[in-house]
């Protein structure tokens, strides 16, 4: 689980979200959107804010430095030398 500090917080409802917290993929969470009749834009929202346990509410309203930094978190999670270590 990783703690993304929001650059810019965000009041969906009466939450406001200064962080979120995003728990490491598993393939049944790739196949859930993978089945959406969705852009890919719209995909990854998706399972960004099921991976976050946030509605996708959330995630459209981040600002784009923020939505980056969730981008990155995510992309960490594979880590650099993913292909190397297959052998």
């Known amino acids: 689980m ?6 810019y917080p965000i009041k969906i409802d009466e939450t406001t979200y200064e962080e979120l ?3 490491r993929s598993k393939v049944k969470d790739r196949l ?4 959406m009749k969705a852009t890919d834009e719209e995909k ?3 399972l960004f804010a099921n991976l976050c346990d946030v509605s996708p509410a959330v995630i459209k309203e981040l600002d ?6 969730v ?6 999670f ?4 993913a292909t190397s270590d297959v052998k």
């Not at 784009?64 to 930094?69: A, F, G, I, M, S």
């Not at 594979?78 to 030398?81: A, E």
């Open 2 to 7: 990783e703690k993304i500090k929001l650059q």
């Open 21 to 23: 917290t995003m728990r």
């Open 32 to 35: 859930a959107v993978s089945v």
């Open 44 to 46: 990854e929202i998706n």
């Open 64 to 69: 784009e430095v923020d939505y980056t930094k």
């Open 71 to 76: 981008q990155k978190v995510y992309m960490s």
């Open 78 to 81: 594979f880590g650099s030398n």
